[in-house]
């Protein structure tokens, strides 16, 4: 099954561009995933089971190394990856 997320990353802090950063350049590192950016939010297609495990140890990293962040999701049970 293909999954697409609407996220955004809201880091509690006053220095937040350093954590939204590292969280978008770190999903790109998936070839797996596609994954689009705009001011707003991140869009990111794939595979169900791989695209769950990527943004679970993802968000951690950033909970991790950047304290206290909210992300609001959409999730939809398809690949709705815009054409090219």
């Known amino acids: 099954m293909n999954l697409s997320v609407e996220i955004s990353n809201y880091?509690?802090?006053e220095d937040y561009i350093p954590a939204i950063k590292s969280f978008i350049e770190r999903l790109n590192q998936h070839d797996n995933l596609t994954v689009i950016t705009?001011?707003?939010s991140t869009q990111i297609f794939g595979e169900y089971d791989y695209?769950?495990?990527v943004l679970s140890?993802?968000?951690k990293k950033s909970y991790e190394q950047f304290g206290k962040n909210i992300f609001?999701?959409?999730f939809i049970n398809a690949d709705l990856t815009p054409s090219q």
Do not use: R
């Open 11 to 13: 880091p509690l802090s």
């Open 38 to 40: 705009n001011t707003m």
């Open 51 to 53: 695209l769950m495990q």
């Open 57 to 59: 140890a993802e968000m």
């Open 72 to 74: 609001v999701c959409k």
